[in-house]
């Protein structure tokens, strides 16, 4: 989607390294919502922000949003194998709360 | 938590056939769902918004009379391929809100995968 850029589109990464994963959107942000997923199979919710500034944390994932420059960020602390998969950001830009996706970013963890 | 149930988990079928693919909510309601259709290596697009008692709205390009959207009740839509063709090979995905709580998350289906043959 156009109104939400993702990146990088992919990447590889050595097992225990950090690393980020950026959402940028050309709307207004209602809510922004962070998923994983394996192609081919449904969507694991990670977390979901909606106020400027908001952090939140599961685990060794983190995420944050910049409401004034309509951006989120993931990051991985200490990334692990079972890191890999697709990440997939998701906005909400209207109140038809309907979520429109980015590009999704392809991760592997080499051990 | 809040559980999304898609079925079937796959699908073949031919040429011709139709499929319908379903979407429940098991413990809340939803007023709305969404369909979303993936292809290889891409991410998620938005087909339709499928609204209880009321047509669907679709995005530009899908074909509302090939992709038939009925929202039943308030925890049950379905998505039919009528006369599939090979090109409508993807894996389909439906996502739903609580209806009383919109400012939550937005929970997903398993995803069909469909293969016409």
């Known amino acids: 989607s156009q109104e939400l850029e993702q990146s990088p589109q992919s990447l590889i990464v050595q097992e225990g390294k950090n690393l980020t994963i950026n959402c940028t959107s050309s709307k207004t942000l209602y809510g922004l919502y962070w998923y994983k997923q394996k192609y081919g199979e449904g969507l694991i919710f990670l977390m979901m922000?909606?106020?400027?500034?908001e952090e939140k944390s599961h685990e060794k994932i983190t995420a944050k949003l910049d409401e004034k420059k309509q951006q989120s960020s993931l990051h991985i602390t200490a990334s692990q194998p079972s890191h890999a998969g697709i990440y997939l950001c998701?906005?909400?830009?209207?109140?038809?709360?309907?979520?429109?996706f980015g590009g999704g970013t392809r991760l592997m963890v080499k051990p | 938590g809040a559980v999304v149930s898609q079925h079937p988990s796959w699908v073949i079928c031919k040429s011709g056939t139709s499929v319908k693919i379903e979407c429940r909510s098991l413990?809340?309601?939803?007023?709305?769902m969404f369909w979303y259709r993936q292809f290889p290596k891409q991410s998620l697009m938005l087909m339709a918004t499928s609204n209880e008692g009321s047509k669907a709205t679709y995005e530009q390009g899908v074909e509302k009379d090939k992709f038939l959207i009925n929202h039943a009740s308030l925890t049950l839509s379905t998505l039919t391929v009528t006369s599939a063709h090979p090109e409508d090979s993807s894996f389909y995905i439906c996502?739903?809100?609580?209806?009383?709580?919109?400012?939550?998350?937005?929970?997903f289906g398993q995803g069909t995968r469909l293969t016409v043959v």
């Open positions: 413990d809340f309601q939803a007023t709305t």
């Open positions: 996502s739903a809100r609580e209806t009383a709580r919109m400012n939550t998350e937005a929970f």
């Open positions: 922000l909606q106020k400027g500034g």
């Open positions: 998701g906005a909400v830009h209207n109140a038809g709360n309907m979520l429109t």
